[in-house]
């Protein structure tokens, strides 16, 4: 089973400032996604990285992937109160062998951000 | 308007009382899944289906069963629930088999309380 470490756990900042989540593992996955989630909601889709090295923006939002595929961060600029939410980061690992193949989803454990105004 | 609609949202039940929740999607996607989330736990695999008739099971299959007859739909049956199922469940989707730049599209979830 792969373990997806998450930090902070949680984490709450003031308007306009900047901000960083980290998600390690010691696993390679096929490709690490970010979601965010709503209390009583299901979590929905911000990213997918599936190249080593690769660095995507959503607008303030950056998501990067390591070069070795173990591990991602999230960096928030000028965090806003809208921001405010669980983040989750999952890795996504496919196998496939004989007969069949193996798909899933291993989610870290979140992190809680409060951008206060 | 794509979506995963799970039913029913809350449900209350006793123990040893089967139930099934249900989740259908509109998408055509062939993969979809069962997660449950916990307090301190996060979300955890139940079930998988790659495809119509294949299911396997995920990192926390104990007490449940599954089945894929058709692909929009894939039922979490819970034969005989107990209280350490009480939970949040979450039924994903996502396209293709295997294709790893696809995100998963969620459901609104079912909050599960058995007594």
């Known amino acids: 089973t792969q373990l997806l470490e998450q930090s902070p756990q949680f984490l709450s900042i003031q308007e306009g400032e900047n901000l960083t989540v980290y998600c390690n593992s010691s696993?390679?996955?096929?490709?690490l996604q970010w979601y965010r989630q709503e209390p009583g909601e299901g979590p929905v889709l911000l990213v997918t990285?599936?190249?080593?090295?690769e660095v995507k923006k959503l607008k303030r939002l950056t998501f990067q992937f390591g070069d070795a595929r173990k591990d991602s961060s999230l960096h928030i600029t000028a965090a806003q109160p809208g921001d405010t939410g669980l983040y989750l980061c999952?890795?996504?690992?496919?196998?496939?062998?004989?007969?069949?193949?193996?798909?899933?989803?291993?989610f870290g454990k979140g992190t809680h951000l409060i951008i206060q105004p | 308007e794509a979506q995963v609609t799970q039913n029913p949202r809350y449900l209350i039940t006793v123990t040893g009382k089967k139930l099934t929740v249900t989740c259908s999607q509109n998408?055509?996607?062939?993969?979809m899944s069962w997660y449950r989330q916990d307090p301190g736990l996060g979300l955890r695999q139940i079930y998988y289906s790659m495809n119509v008739e294949v299911t396997d099971k995920g990192d926390v299959p104990e007490g449940y069963k599954v089945s894929r007859k058709e692909k929009r739909n894939f039922p979490l049956i819970l034969e005989s629930p107990s209280p350490n199922q009480t939970s949040l469940y979450f039924c994903?989707?996502?396209?293709?088999?295997?294709?790893?730049?696809?995100?998963?599209?969620f459901g609104s979830g079912t909050r599960l309380t058995v007594v």
């Open positions: 999952a890795g996504r690992l496919i196998l496939w062998y004989s007969g069949g193949g193996a798909d899933g989803l291993t």
């Open positions: 990285v599936v190249t080593g090295g």
């Open positions: 998408m055509n996607h062939e993969y």
């Open positions: 994903a989707t996502s396209p293709g088999q295997g294709r790893s730049r696809y995100g998963y599209t």
């Open positions: 696993s390679v996955f096929s490709s």
